[in-house]
């Protein structure tokens, strides 16, 4: 069963509105145009469509002859021409584009249920708010309540620092965790689409996103390989000690938990005075971006990241044959039992 | 025009046999199959065939029941059946196959020259030894003739450092900086194939890599909007004043350098004792991995990530139809001409 | 330019309506909900919605138990669950579904106007009634002004045979052929991807269609090598003298008119009885399928045989880079004077 | 398990050699360089090598500058240049690339015997020469011990023509038939990609076919929708009564029997005289085709299209999740069992 409440409830997640992120107005309600039948998919695409209510394009009237910093405004004129340039917000390149993404996302989480899988993230860097260790799952889940997207006994530090840049017309950048709790063994296919290949495909698709990392990432050069030995025992199939790896080795998932990380860069629409070219005549002018917007777009995009990972991974579980092509009324009700304590937890 | 020389070029700054990576004696003489006639390509696929002189596997049979940590060994035994594995050094996941895409590579690298476009890598990070700044192309080209693959007048810290991993049976993991010179402006298709989402996928494909980013990547976290605004300017199309965003904006080049950033885990492959699993019984059991293995997999790896970085943008070139279908005359003669001088730097 | 009157103008050629069709009152009404901005395409994504207002639900209570032979019905039910069927009218196995073909084909169809290349199709047979040789292209493109879509002075007798199985309540099947007139040359892409294989697998991907064929065909049985030779003569470029490869040679567009065929089965939709079986039983019943069905499916197909041509062409004209990432002026101002001149043909 | 003899019983009849095929001697021995282990396939892509000892370029002096009538001649020059057109017999247009299509059919061949399926094909009319109605499976799978391709009690008439044929340094075209026996149901992915879409398209890749069709096909014109109405009946699930549809219905396999057919064009390289142009000077000249030729490449045409039918099969299979990622003991074992009878039977 899929409806447009199951729908709604991811995409609340990713909803602006709140004085942390975007204060825009998107009410985000999904509407299924085809694909269902009394509420069951029929193999049909699923069609949603959810509209903006909120727009105004009124903020965008100085853009259309300066293109923003930091911004795909240049790079579409060059690409498309001016003529076919859509400035009033940046069209397919507004991060408005990825609500489609969590509203498939919140189909693909329901769907992950099958096999008892959860994604869910939560802000691990921004500027000097920092969490250290990677947290428990069920902390990492209830950061979706939490006003900044991160652990809720420490939200108020990043709180603080969200509340300043919004007074300064400034922004920052940030780097969100993710983990997958209880994946399947066997997902990714040598050579070139390994599960870790097509996670950051699919990460490295969302705007605003400049890294990814999964295990130990970054960090590797800092170690000597005796230091991150991982010891294999056999506990009803191989496990690993200490995770070190991330979830994945070869290419391949190996059913410890999958931790990834992601760098958004700071939001480029800030209020602070900006150096760009007239498109009239060519010539230096300056751009202050009024609008109402993030100042830190990876709070609102760790759902599109969770959602993201979701749907890679769906995509790896048809072709390991994990999703059969049509489930049983048992694997049925397992999904709505599972999706409905999840709805719940964190309350 | 393609040869094996050209091939082999390239080929040669991947291979091992020096103490400061594998002492493996890998000839790795290509040899072109199919898909040329005269020198030319026929429009056909090209078939070559490397093979692997100096395969040892009598360095293998202690692997046969006891899966090696931090290889893929476990999740083929698990996805495939270890009926089905081949343990002589991990087949398909083995490093061996990156000398396909280096030979690929190869082919991409000439044809870029079409339009002046150029890519190197080097060692920016490994342990303690580290680059800071992002050096100037040529002295990154030249690193290729780097035994330890990094900047030339740099390179002895690195050289002893390794030398001490050898010496102590262990390794260390690498950051590898790659700048693509003069890329042309447009390449990049929104939605899901941004160029950094392509670019991405390719070098996490990659044997050993575990994270990507390009611009300010993961230090994004660090900066305010105001602190990397960067400004646009007009000079026969839209410039960057600093290139803050690693020539890619909304996933489309912007005609500025792509600089991106590649990490590699230590080598697995170590010569200190690690815990494992004997198949036969399903009890712990230790392992010291016996081999002829690179003390930071990083060093070879660099020639690796410059080509995946060069198949990939060939392919969105083709996307964006600046290659035709057949080149010119003039346009061969360009291509031989920049090639031979490419080949020449350095020496 | 792309706007909704242009889509409106093709969907005319495939609305249902008429005594010799289905009398559906379909109004195809297309919205452009996104993907264009002041009429020009931003290079995103075109989303059409096309409403159907004519939708009689009641005629579909009878099937809900009983699969309706000749239908993929079955198929369905097998495949995706009888509880995830769509019963009212076959869902996206409705022939309704190929309204959204002939509106991208519409598309299609402009664009290829930048090389003055145009499709046609008409009924070639259906039943005794035959067009013998291939016509003229002009006779073909006015066949579209025709109540069964054929030669026009040849239409009476087409028109009698319709009207006879319509009162009977029975069907017919049909040939369509497809002429595509001045298409490039070198389209097509060796070895799987061949020109004859995407046109064949685009048109095959049609309800109701059995059969691809171009130039002999299915009567190249009937003839000797030596009578078919075609003479290779040079006339700025290799000309052929008879056409009777049909357009194609080792899958590539020799630049001679395409000339395709499509088989139609007959509708399985009949008034007749017909044998099936009760799903709730599983017991054998009886069913005559009350509705508003085409008696020759092939008639309303032709246009949907067109689309689907054109979409293919331009797919390969992408691959081939004939159609540039941005259109100029002076391209866009022949495409629009081509198309006033192939709307007003035949009035 | 899969191992060279397993490949080279099915290249067997494929191979010319005989006064009714080419006269060529290829010997066809493949060589598996890579993808297996002890016997077993790794999950690696398999890479075999077959060598033609039998090339005579000697044969290929004359077309350097004629390109001949019916070939890929023309269109390879036009679309990759003269300069890089490989004119010794065609390079990937010629029909010795179909070897690597049988090679691999095998495999699938074997694969599918999983589920007890079968595929095999004959020549069902040739010039005067015609198979009437489609026969059992088992005389069209004693076909492939024919000289000519085609049913034994009624291969002499079609030796006859052929012989004749040879005499006259003609060809003459095929229409081949194909069945596949005890397919699986619920195969084939609507909208795009219908099994009978991606059938059409795999045989339509093949060279020298110009058509497909299957169920009634082209012959669907001659009959009402009253005269092919087929009774659905439940026996253990849906069951048609006379397979008129061919074994598919909406794009997906009913789990009938797939009877479907391909139309081969006449032998186009005949020694008889045709016009041609030279390339040195653009005029007007002749040519006969030297070469050890195929009087009808239909005949030999029919291990191609079994094998294109029985991959698009096994993709079809891995879509619907039927062929699992290792196969048990025990399925390995049905496999060989089931090939061996395959293999012995009609001897």
């Known amino acids: 069963m899929i409806n447009e409440d199951d729908i709604f409830f991811e995409l609340k997640f990713r909803r602006p509105g709140s004085i942390y992120t975007s204060t825009r107005k998107e009410e985000d309600i999904p509407i299924i145009l085809s694909g269902t039948f009394n509420g069951r998919t029929t193999g049909m695409p699923l069609s949603i469509i959810i509209e903006n209510k909120d727009a105004k394009p009124i903020h965008y009237e100085e853009i259309k002859y300066k293109p923003r910093p930091g911004h795909a405004d240049i790079t579409y004129i060059e690409k498309y021409g001016y003529e076919n340039w859509d400035y009033r917000g940046g069209g397919r390149s507004s991060g408005r584009e990825t609500v489609s993404r969590v509203a498939a996302g919140a189909i693909a989480k329901k769907l992950l249920l099958l096999t008892n899988t959860m994604i869910s993230g939560y802000i691990k860097k921004a500027g ?100 991150v030995i991982d010891e294999i025992y056999y506990d009803e199939g191989f496990r690993l000690r200490k995770n070190i790896s991330g979830g994945i080795l070869g290419g391949i998932s190996t ?25 009239r005549d060519l010539k230096p002018t300056t751009l202050s971006v009024i609008g109402r917007h993030d100042p830190c777009i990876a709070i609102r995009g760790v759902s599109v990241v969770e959602s993201m990972v979701a749907i890679t991974l769906i995509d790896h579980y048809m072709l390991s044959g994990i999703i059969p092509r049509k489930l049983s009324e048992e694997q049925s009700n397992i999904i709505e039992k599972r999706w409905l304590e999840y709805k719940q937890k964190c309350t």
């Open 128 to 227: 000097d708010f920092q969490i250290e260790n990677t947290p428990e799952f069920n902390e990492v889940l209830c950061s979706r309540n939490s006003p900044v997207r991160t652990i809720r006994n420490k939200e108020e530090d990043l709180m603080k620092l969200i509340e300043s840049l919004r007074k300064e017309g400034d922004s920052i950048g940030g780097i969100v965790e993710v983990i997958v709790k209880n994946p399947p063994k066997s997902l990714g296919e040598p050579v070139f689409d390994k599960l870790k290949a097509d996670l950051a495909k699919s990460v490295l698709s969302i705007p605003g996103v400049v890294g990814f990392e999964y295990g130990m990432g970054f960090d590797s050069y800092k170690y000597k390989g005796s230091e």
């Open 255 to 279: 059913g410890e938990d999958i931790i990834l990380r992601v760098a958004f860069k700071p939001t480029s629409s800030i209020a602070k005075e900006q150096k760009t070219v007239d498109l």
